[in-house]
């Protein structure tokens, strides 16, 4: 079946959100009256978001208004019953080039015209599906992989891309990542075929993407076809182009929450119904610039307890008890919401100011900081984290290499009224992760391997699916014995991400973690060639509060790299490096990157720095810095310098450690 050769395909995602679809007009005379002069607004600072951040929501993409000037990409619920309108703006069907330009009004109940805000939020990146159409003739399959990889390198680089066969399978070569190398693996690994449904290809991945995140997904997520006739230099630039026509607009009510809402420009006329209000944010007041995606993220979350309640909070904190208790919690200024509660972690459990997991009582999603919605997070106190810097710091690190995918924030919580002080929100791997891929199938956390520790299967919940996951786990870390060394590390490229392993095992020597083995995520996608094939690991760092620690039991089960560039080497998967040379110069290549390029002592220095001024941020007044009780300070000065303090001794450490890894890096390879 022959396609349109440089088409983008839009979604109809959540169409229930908007009960009806737009009436439209393409008459300008329709107008009725003449419209407001645009408002620019391009480069506003909105609580310091000028565009639209990666947590963009995608509400229902709705049909066209008119396919040549207007066209209403989703809407979602705002705060005080406003709307937020996803609009794309075009000029006789090509995206225009100066939204911020546009006469864009909103049409009130007496008739008149009141002009909305255009240029302070743009879609900038989303989700992208790439569905290939295969060929059986070899060299037409080439011209269209390269067509593939070509796309993929043009597009933004912080796109997260898929790829899918339009074969027979519909074979999800690629789930969702950033990781252009593992995209071109894929490609390099697909052979010449016949081409299957592909409207029934293209029909599922549009379903499957829309999923993705819920409905407070990306604002763009597209499918493009790739047919042998794609130039994917020009496709790429039109998304991008498409993309920066992408405007967020708010809309305000003026009596009560919006039912429907009437948008009009100099050429096109567009009626929506608005979407279900937002119970818990109906009482902050609706700002229609602020929603150029300026969401007021919760600074705060509060605990309130009924005496009862609290009563059992007291009981179970004395007692060390992890199960639930009823409470009520406020995000930021939103109206408090019945939840549960329970104290989490294993050593922490011990700490005066405990962790929490927190589940909002209904189904429904809560934005809870930028990319993150859901009703259960995480509250973690850092307790054990002398100076509240380190996981902060390596969490940064790792999310910049793909190396968690999560989204956190730091937040003061507050019980009954007082603070406890400074806890960094954090999205939970089981309920996110999940929802973030297309074909994601177990999420697993190691625990201590030299102790045959089993590990904990977070992902699927069902136990008989949950220990079918563990075994294909095991099969996957066995390989390490059981493979020879010439093919060590073939086989484990194609079970897990080893690139992103040894990344990760690099950072480890680097900051001289000795508490790694057991803080470290795997989770598995269904993808590749053989769709019956086993899942493919993904890696993602936790709890990295350990940086310069020493290694576990003195280093009693850790096998010693006799070159002192490997610290505290425990994990099974680890002991890969002294299987096969091969595999150990790609991580001693790692540990030379970190050290020469990416973590130098400078580039650790300023990061730090930026740690310092969000922890500073929200310990800003006396009682949340009173509250920080393990370090005892009396006022917030004295917590600031004892923070400062465990930080320059902190980078201290890692001057020295760069030393010394970059002279036995240079006695390695001088011996090699």
């Keep these: 079946m022959k396609q349109a050769a440089h088409r983008v395909s839009l979604m109809a995602l959540m169409l229930s959100l908007v009960g009806a679809a737009p009436g439209c007009a393409g008459d300008a005379s329709e107008a009725g009256v003449a419209l407001p002069d645009p408002i620019d607004v391009t480069g506003a600072e909105l609580d310091g978001v000028s565009v639209a951040p990666l947590d963009g929501i995608d509400g229902p993409s709705l049909t066209d208004c008119d396919p040549d000037a207007l066209r209403v990409r989703g809407a979602r619920p705002w705060t005080g019953g406003g709307v937020q309108v996803v609009l794309e ?12 330009s546009v006469s864009v009004a909103q049409a009130l109940d007496d008739g008149t015209l009141e002009a909305v805000a255009v240029g302070a939020g743009r879609v900038q990146r989303g989700l992208t599906a790439i569905v290939l159409v295969p060929s059986e003739d070899p060299l037409e399959h080439e011209q269209r992989v390269e067509q593939a990889r070509a796309l993929i390198d043009a597009l933004d680089m912080q796109e997260r891309i898929a790829l899918v066969v339009a074969d027979a399978a519909s074979t999800l070569m690629a789930d969702l990542t950033t990781r252009r190398s593992h995209l071109h693996r894929r490609l390099d690994e697909l052979t010449p075929r016949q081409p299957g449904d592909i409207a029934a290809t293209e029909s599922a991945t549009q379903a499957a993407i829309a999923e993705v995140g819920g409905i407070f997904g990306p604002h763009s997520r597209e499918v493009i076809l790739v047919d042998g006739e794609t130039d994917s230099g020009e496709l790429a630039d039109r998304l991008a182009a498409r993309r920066a026509a992408t405007v967020l607009v708010g809309l305000c009510p003026t009596d009560g929450p919006l039912k429907s809402v009437t948008l009009k420009t100099p050429t096109a006329t567009c009626e929506l119904a608005a979407p279900p209000i ?29 005496p009862s309640q609290m009563a059992v909070y007291q009981t179970k904190y004395e007692a060390l008890d992890k199960s639930d208790m009823d409470l009520t919690v406020s995000l930021g200024t939103s109206s408090p919401m019945k939840a549960e509660a329970h104290f989490r972690g294993q050593s922490s459990l011990d700490c005066e100011r405990k962790s929490f997991t927190v589940n909002l009582k209904g189904p429904e999603a809560r934005r809870l900081a930028p990319g993150a919605a859901n009703d259960e997070f995480y509250l973690i106190g850092q307790c054990l984290d002398d100076g509240y810097f380190r996981q902060l710091f390596a969490n940064a690190f790792y999310r910049e290499h793909a190396l968690f995918p999560l989204e956190h924030r730091l937040v003061e919580v507050t019980l009954n009224g007082e603070s406890l002080g400074a806890y960094m929100l954090l999205e939970k791997p089981d309920e996110t992760l999940p929802g973030d891929h297309l ?10 391997d030299p102790e045959d520790k089993p590990e904990d299967v977070k992902y699927p919940k069902d136990e008989a699916e949950a220990q079918d996951a563990l075994a294909i786990y095991k099969d996957m870390t066995a390989l390490v014995e059981t493979e020879p060394p010439s093919s060590l590390a073939e086989a484990l490229e194609s079970r897990v991400d080893l690139d992103r392993h040894l990344l ?10 000795g508490d790694y083995v057991d803080e470290a995520y795997f989770y598995g996608v269904r993808e590749g060639e053989h769709p019956s094939a086993e899942l493919y690991y993904r890696p993602m760092g936790w709890d990295s509060d350990d940086l310069f620690s020493a290694c576990h039991h003195q280093g009693k089960h850790a096998t010693p790299d006799p070159q002192g560039i490997a610290f505290c080497v425990e994990g099974d998967l680890e002991l890969a490096i002294y299987a096969a040379d091969d595999v150990y110069e790609r991580f001693a290549d790692h540990v030379e990157t970190l050290l020469t390029q990416t973590l130098t ?4 220095a300023e990061r730090v720095g930026a740690v310092r001024d969000e922890l500073f941020s929200v310990l800003d007044h006396e009682a949340a810095c009173v509250a920080m009780v393990e370090v005892g300070a009396d006022d917030c000065a004295s917590l600031h310098g004892h923070i400062e303090g465990r930080m320059s001794d902190f980078l201290g450490k890692v001057e020295a450690r760069n030393d010394e890894l970059l002279d036995a890096l240079s006695v390695w390879r001088a011996g090699r």
Excluded: K
């Design 601 to 604: 002592p400078g580039i650790v």
């Design 439 to 448: 074909a994601l199938e177990s999420v697993i956390r190691r625990r201590f």
């Design 504 to 513: 990760y095992l690099a950072f480890q020597a680097v900051m001289r973690n």
């Design 89 to 100: 703006l075009l000029d006789a069907g090509e995206p225009v080039e100066a939204p911020e």
């Design 278 to 306: 937002v119970e818990h944010v109906a009482s902050i007041p609706c700002d229609a610039a602020a929603a150029a995606d300026a969401w007021p993220w919760p600074d705060t979350i509060g605990f309130d307890l009924t």
